[in-house]
């Protein structure tokens, strides 16, 4: 059986790949999918993550950061044909189930590429924007609209029993 750890972030402090690499083996995960948050949560960037999978392709699996509102379809085309496998999802300048956003998730079915979504708090040291960014924005209901329009989108849902 293949064990895969669906949802780690690499911090951008010393050693943390390395750390990270022998965390898995001595658990005996196989395989990581990895999200480039970027400085925004003090961690390596998508550019980053597409050197590590490129570097490392029997070991993890790029999880390309998009942010609904400040990311496009466009930007989901140049990722996939990067080698990223899937999406990570976080902090929308609106609901996850706003219309605005339906071109994302439209791509990411049309592509085949499961979308993992934030649904907690946000809880890491961040520096977040002066928007409004809102929990309630990333709550698992958002999501239900989104199966019922997409019934074809693979969706992971991250951190489904916290706070709510």
Partial sequence: MTLIDAHA???????????LLKTLDDCGIEKCCISGLG??????????????????????????????GM???EEIDVAFSNGF???????????YDHPD????????????????FHTGIITLPVKLPKENISSW?????????????????KIIIAHLGVHW
């Avoid at 972030?9 to 750390?19: C, S, T």
């Avoid at 899937?86 to 609901?95: A, D, Q, R, S």
């Avoid at 071109?103 to 049309?110: F, G």
Wanted: aromatic share 12%; glycine share 2%; net charge positive.
């Fill in 9 to 19: 972030h690499l911090l951008d402090v010393p050693n943390y790949l390395k750390n």
């Fill in 39 to 68: 400085e925004l949560f003090k961690c390596i960037d998508n550019e980053g993550i597409k050197q590590i999978i490129s570097k490392y392709p029997d070991r993890f699996i790029g999880a390309y950061f998009i942010r609904p």
């Fill in 71 to 73: 990311s496009t379809p």
């Fill in 85 to 95: 496998k899937m999406l990570k999802v976080t902090i929308p300048t609106k609901p």
């Fill in 101 to 116: 956003f339906f071109s994302l998730w439209e791509k990411a079915q049309d592509l085949k590429l499961p979308i993992l």
């Fill in 137 to 153: 924005f990333m709550h698992p209901m958002r999501l239900e609209p989104i199966t019922n329009a997409f019934p074809k989108l």
